[in-house]
């Protein structure tokens, strides 16, 4: 009889599925990226013109630098502590202008609406959503309804798309960060993914957290009037959180960012949350906050700029750009220790923006 060597023992290989969409393909993550990079943009970028992408497209109308965003949201549940899907659209497309340095002109607003769906609960996002953008002072000037079979759609699906014409002297792009350059985040981070993970879970957090979503523009207008082209780089963390975007940005600019655990600003509440469920505050999703590489010169005049405003007032110095390692983020942590501050690999937080 033969008897296997345990120390030749090996693990089967974990079976990726390649040819099927799977829920982390919507996470904002790794399998996001990789669907972008193979996918999406080959097929629609066949030249690749747009090799970097940005949370909003800048283009020249007439002499008019514009930017344009489109964006779908299937958050679910529709209506959850602090927001709904309405506000949530409005405010979310808004935020993708202004992250280009735009200030918005006008919205469009498409609903996918599952038969069955009660019209109470399709009034109250329809007047959220029309309080959000009259609240915003930009207009929804069309859209489109369509209706599917019970079970299609999950209740409700919201588009919206933006346009905006860009601040004089906003220059803020994903490839402008440079080794030096203040890293900087205008409130808080996690309220957002936990507050939908409670409510839609049950989970006991829903009486004590809420939402993060709101409208940034202002912010982004006070901060370019004060830095102008020191603004190098915005980015608003949604899906993903902080650090699938931070390693976006370091991968854009071919620069490393090196993050500070004591400075970042995470709730006591969302921190508890977190450590209930198993997940890493910087890949909660958040709807209400941005991050902002600054250039160093300027730096100190933008942040004390953005706490003069409710939406900046927790702004916070959370780490500085690096010139090595390139494409990679780390983090200084807690025990004095370092390290590496991955994308998210796959979906920990289904349906949330």
Known sequence: MTVADPLQAACPVPFAETERVLLGHGSGGQLSAELLRELIVPALDPAGDRAVLEDAAVIQLDGVTAVISTDAFVVKPIVFPGGDIGALAVHGTVNDLAMMGAQPRALTLSLVVEEGLPLEELRHVLRSAGAAAAAVGVPIVSGDTKVVNRGAADGLFVTTTGVGVRTPDATPSATRGRPGDVVVLSGPIGLHGTAILSAREGLGFSSD?????????????????????????????????????????????????????????????????????????????????????????????????MRELTEGAGTAVVGAVVADPPGRVTMRTLLGSRRIVDMLIGEQLPRIC
């Open 209 to 305: 957290i809420a939402s993060d979503t709101r409208p940034l523009h202002r912010l982004v207008q006070r901060m370019v009037e004060v830095g102008g082209s020191a603004v190098h780089t915005l980015r608003d963390p949604t899906r993903g959180g902080v650090a699938s975007v931070l390693n976006e940005l370091a991968e854009a600019a071919g620069v490393g960012v090196e993050l500070d655990e004591a400075a970042l600003p995470v709730p006591d509440i969302v921190r508890a949350a977190c450590e209930v469920l198993g997940l890493d505050p910087l890949h909660v999703a958040n709807e209400g906050v941005l991050l902002a590489f600054l250039a160093p010169d300027r730096a100190d005049a933008v942040v004390a700029a």
